[in-house]
């Protein structure tokens, strides 16, 4: 069953407002069903529908995220505290380990790597993704749309069907830019294209170096959700820049999932490769 485009382009909306008000303390369920006119029983339903959250849980979330953020650049607790809206530290480090597995003290004072394994470097060949695909609403990148599919509805793909494709267990997240916008594609990957359900779409994921970032494991898929999207984070504000590597913008970074396995993909190349105007700033 497909979503309904009014009620998608309304979530999206709400979204967007709730990431720039975060800071509000009137930022509730009821003010959200009023501001954009809707009955309120009927709002929360569908957007735990789509989303996978309750308003409640979203605005908590994001909130604890943006703390996350501020301890990754070597914030205090006190102060994140503040910033996700509790009222104490206890209250604080009580939500935020429920989200992250750590203590937001250990968090803190390893600027969010203690979530991280090593990150390895391997090169990867050409493969193509076949899957599902879900369009990517404007302005979001990878580390704020993370874990896509979280909420979404899947089409309903006979198991036939879904076989001719040919992939295994292992399945791939990206982001991919199409005549009719960007689209969220998941799917299995596969050395050639063989069969592709209508439901579905082929995208060729090209290969070379890559930093596999691996994410930590979740107990549900809302925190896998904000694992991905603190992997994404650490990737480009801390691993990175200490590197001696740099994205590489011709190829396309990738989400990974296999049971626990799962890694955030970032294709790179030696800083050194880069054109001399570019190191200098």
Aim: hydrophobic share 35%; charged share 25%; glycine share 8%.
């Amino acid at each position: 069953m497909k979503t309904d485009p009014d009620k998608t382009k309304l979530l999206q909306d709400c979204r967007r407002f709730i990431i720039a008000h975060l800071d509000d303390d009137d930022l509730t369920p009821e003010m959200l069903a009023q501001r954009f006119h809707y009955e309120y029983s009927s709002f929360r339903a569908f957007f735990k529908e789509i989303t996978g959250f309750s308003i409640h849980e979203f605005i908590r979330l994001k909130r604890i995220h943006k703390a996350a953020h501020y301890l990754c650049e070597g914030g205090h607790i006190s102060t994140a505290a503040r910033i996700a809206k509790f009222n104490t530290r206890s209250g604080f480090n009580k939500a935020f380990f429920s989200v992250y597995g750590v203590s937001a003290s250990k968090y803190a004072a390893s600027r969010g790597t203690i979530l991280m394994d090593a990150v390895t470097l391997e090169t990867q060949p050409d493969r193509y993704i076949v899957g599902y695909a879900f369009p990517v609403e404007d302005g979001l990148d990878e580390g704020e749309s993370s874990a896509y599919w979280l909420g979404k509805e899947f089409p309903d793909i006979p198991p036939d069907e879904y076989n001719k494709i040919g992939g295994g267990a292992e399945m791939i997240g990206l982001w991919s830019d199409h005549s009719d916008g960007v689209w969220y594609i998941l799917g299995p990957p596969v050395e050639k294209v063989h069969y592709v359900p209508a439901q579905m779409r082929s995208v060729k994921l090209a290969g070379g170096m890559f930093a596999v970032i691996p994410v930590p494991k979740a107990g549900n898929n809302q925190q896998l959700s904000e694992n991905f999207r603190s992997t994404w984070f650490y990737a480009y504000h801390q691993w990175l820049p200490s590197s001696g590597y740099m994205p590489d913008d011709e190829r396309t970074a990738y989400e990974y999932y296999l049971s626990d396995r799962n890694s955030v993909c970032i294709p790179v190349k030696p800083v050194s490769e880069a054109d001399p105007a570019l190191k200098e700033n």
